[in-house]
Antibody, heavy 116, light 110 residues
Framework: EVQLVQSGAEVKKPGESLKISCKGS????????IGWVRQMPGKGLEWLGT????????RYSPSFQGQVTISADKSISTTYLQWSSLKASDTGMYYC?????????WGQGTLVTVSS | QSALTQPASVSGSPGQSITISCTGT?????????VSWYQQHPGKAPKLMIY???NRPSGVSNRFSGSKSGNTASLTISGLQAEDEADYYC??????????FGGGTKLTVL
């Protein structure tokens, strides 16, 4: 069974750094793109970017280039989304999802709250 | 501002059919047969309903169907049921090698 399991909810202050994770299982992790999706409170879905764990090829949506960093460690079937300096506007639910042409499996989501 | 344009809301009575449109450009919807649709219930992760314009994943009801003409894709739900009430998002592969989403459509079953 394909599963994407994300790390738990985070509460951070503006300016702090953060790295959240998404662990895949039940399939060949290195062979499928993994993307990250943001959903701000009460709003729609936004695609941040995607990574191919096999060679760490990474593509960012133009709106998020330079705002976040996506990485992967294929040895432990895990991808990461990280911020170097959080802003209040980064508050939202973040999902990982498999593939980059369509998202067939989704993680359960990680709620990130940034508040002073 | 979302890359793709969807109506904010649609509604229908049980048993009726509804269609949700998704309008993009030649750089996304019109340029690729990689349009997908997602259903999201409150507090839940999105669920894939249609991929590659008109294909249904295993386990998705055949009441859901997808199509595309030019830069506009459509999701049709026939035989509306109460459980179909949810938010629906379209998505398309783009010339930036990423996915773009629509702003979402709230479906109300009257």
């Amino acid at each position: 069974e394909v599963q994407l399991v994300q790390s738990g909810a985070e509460v951070k202050k503006p300016g702090e750094s953060l790295k959240i994770s998404c662990k895949g299982s039940g399939y060949s992790f290195s062979s499928y793109w993994i993307g990250w999706v943001r959903q701000m409170p009460g709003k729609g879905l936004e695609w941040l970017g995607t990574i191919y764990p096999g060679d760490s090829d990474t593509r960012y949506s133009p709106s998020f280039q330079g705002q976040v960093t996506i990485s992967a460690d294929k040895s432990i079937s895990t991808t990461y989304l990280q911020w170097s300096s959080l802003k209040a506007s980064d508050t939202g639910m973040y999902y990982c999802a498999r593939r980059n042409d369509y998202a067939d499996y989704w993680g359960q989501g990680t709620l990130v709250t940034v508040s002073s | 501002q979302s890359a793709l344009t969807q109506p904010a809301s649609v509604s229908g009575s049980p048993g009726q059919s509804i269609t949700i449109s998704c309008t993009g450009t030649s750089s996304d919807v019109g340029g690729y047969n990689y349009v997908s649709w997602y259903q999201q219930h409150p507090g839940k992760a999105p669920k894939l309903m249609i991929y590659d314009v008109s294909n249904r994943p295993s386990g998705v009801s055949n009441r859901f169907s997808g199509s595309k003409s030019g830069n506009t894709a459509s999701l049709t739900i026939s035989g509306l049921q109460a459980e179909d009430e949810a938010d629906y998002y379209c998505s398309s592969y783009t010339s930036s090698s990423t996915l773009g989403f629509g702003g979402g459509t709230k479906l109300t079953v009257l």
